[in-house]
């Protein structure tokens, strides 16, 4: 089973192996996003390009390669799956990407090629939308999330037993990822990459910056988990603050329709369920 093969591009210019994917009759078109699209490409930065295709012989999703010596990142979309999005119905392709993705790509890329005018149109459809917010369910999940798991953290710390303790420390790694993540959506800040993310924190709010990389430096377990308690109460402070110490939560099913008052009827439910009829 071959899973690699040699890469063929890394001794082409960007501009040459744009001039191949032109010829070939599969490619509809091509888009640079990132810091390629802005044009704003520095010694450590990758290529990042997606290729619409209008067919392909299965589905494809990532390609990770080297153009001209650097990383390049290929991000592979069916047309039809643009198609849907320029034309505002669902497509008789499944989505792979998503149309928020998809409509954050086009609204920071810059547009190699448009062999059908395809991409030009749904670009312009993105710019024409705002971004999404995100929903109520979505910001009371990730608010549930950053307590849930501080909960169960908050269980092992206390812990003797060193297989709680190492597990704690593997919980650690996604929580943080977690407080990082959450942080921008329960403030309904548009959604970034990583180097954006920084960026914001480094203009907007460094004092939570600081505070998230000595919890990444800090080698002492218990130091670092005062500071990560004390991320996920930044966290969450404009959504409710941290849980009291003995409080119950439920969280509903994400899929179903959200409502103002389905969080207390679920709780209200779980009352129910234990015979206590005022809730």
């Not at 910001?139 to 709680?164: G, P």
Request: charged residues 25%; negative net charge.
């Amino acid at each position: 089973m071959r899973l690699t093969r040699p890469t063929s591009t890394n001794n082409l210019s960007l501009a040459e192996v744009i001039a191949k994917l032109v010829r070939h009759d599969a490619v509809d078109g091509l888009l640079f996003i990132g810091s390629t699209g802005r044009a704003q490409l520095s010694a450590s930065s990758d290529y990042d390009l997606i290729v619409i295709l209008n067919r392909s012989p299965i589905s494809l999703r990532v390609a990770l390669t080297y153009i001209d010596g650097r990383l390049t990142d290929v991000i592979f979309v069916d047309a039809r799956e643009l198609m849907a999005l320029v034309q505002g119905m669902p497509g008789d392709v499944p989505a792979v990407w998503g149309e928020a993705a998809l409509l954050r790509w086009l609204r920071g890329g810059t547009i190699a090629f448009d062999r059908s005018g395809q991409l030009a149109a749904a670009q312009a459809v993105a710019a024409a939308r705002p971004p999404d917010e995100p929903t109520e369910n979505e910001l009371f999940s990730a608010w549930f999330s950053i307590n849930y798991n501080l909960r169960q953290n908050l269980r092992m710390v206390a812990s003797d037993d060193e297989t709680y303790l190492i597990a704690l420390d593997l919980r650690l790694l996604y929580s943080l990822f977690d407080c990082w993540w959450y942080y921008f959506l329960l403030r309904k800040l548009p959604e970034r990459g990583e180097k954006a993310q920084v960026r914001y924190m480094q203009a907007h709010d460094p004092e939570y910056l600081a505070l998230f990389r000595a919890c990444l430096a800090e080698g002492d377990r218990a130091r670092r988990f005062a500071l990560y308690r004390r991320l996920a109460e930044l966290t969450v402070a404009p959504a409710g603050g941290l849980w009291a110490e003995d409080a119950t939560s439920v969280l509903p099913e994400t899929g179903i329709a959200w409502q103002a008052d389905t969080p207390d009827r679920a709780l209200a439910f779980w009352a129910e369920l234990l015979g206590h009829e005022d809730g």
